[in-house]
T-cell receptor
């Protein structure tokens, strides 16, 4: 059973460009979480999605950031008009259910560098 | 809002010795989950151990064990017989048990563990 897949692993964007980060959850998992890790910091929750629904986006910046998890295909985290402060590692995690003792399985992360 | 505090930015331990990493948290909930995650230089987040707050017994996983003090809101990780491969960042995390919400993980800032040969 393949783990959580994220691509690309590294992404370099110039200021003002768009960044698209992809996450394919583990097989059978329909719950996806996105987290951001700034340098020397712990992971911070951004958004929680189920298939075709955003359940909780309380950790998402109000502007430039959006996320989706379509019926078919990976979950996408999109950052428009990137700025240097967006440079971070972005992690995706998936679980079969959100509640209970279910573990969130993490992908390897995408490191975004904004130049 | 829940908060997780790791007061030791860095720790070191001699190979084969025992080390304890500290974590405290703040919550008004009575039921919740606590986790320790390991992040090696590869940056992959790896679950080390999990504790359900309603269980009084401390969780153990081979060389890893926790000291869960619910009243004190303390959740420390003990690593016995430390190995070179244990060198990593360790993150303590909290997750709600039930109710409304997304069951997001709330992480501490981490403790960087070095293992000295």
């Amino acid at each position: 059973n393949a783990g959580v897949m994220q691509n690309p692993r590294h992404l370099v964007r110039r200021r003002g460009q768009e960044a698209r980060l992809r996450c394919s959850p583990m097989k059978g998992h329909s719950h996806v979480y996105w987290y951001r890790q700034l340098p020397e910091e712990g992971l911070k929750f951004m958004v929680y999605l189920q298939k075709e629904n955003i359940i909780d986006e309380s950790g998402m910046p109000k502007e430039r950031f959006s996320a989706e998890f379509p019926k078919e295909g990976p979950s996408i985290l999109r950052i428009q008009q990137v700025v240097r402060g967006d440079s971070a590692a972005y992690f995706c995690a998936s679980s079969p259910r959100p509640q209970g003792a279910y573990e969130q399985y993490f992908g390897p992360g995408t490191r975004l560098t904004v130049t | 809002a829940q908060t997780v505090t790791q007061s030791q930015p860095e720790m070191s331990v001699q190979e084969a010795e025992t080390v304890t990493l500290s974590c405290t948290y703040d919550t008004s909930e009575s039921d919740y989950y606590l986790f320790w995650y390991k992040q090696p230089p590869s940056r992959q987040m790896i679950l080390v151990i999990r504790q359900e707050a309603y269980k009084q017994q401390n969780a153990t996983e081979n060389r890893f064990s926790v000291n869960f003090q619910k009243a004190a809101k303390s959740f420390s990780l003990k690593i016995s017989d430390s190995q070179l491969g244990d060198a990593a960042m360790y993150f303590c995390a909290y997750r709600a048990y039930s109710g409304a919400g997304s069951y997001q993980l709330t992480f501490g800032k981490g403790t960087k563990l070095s293992v000295i040969p």
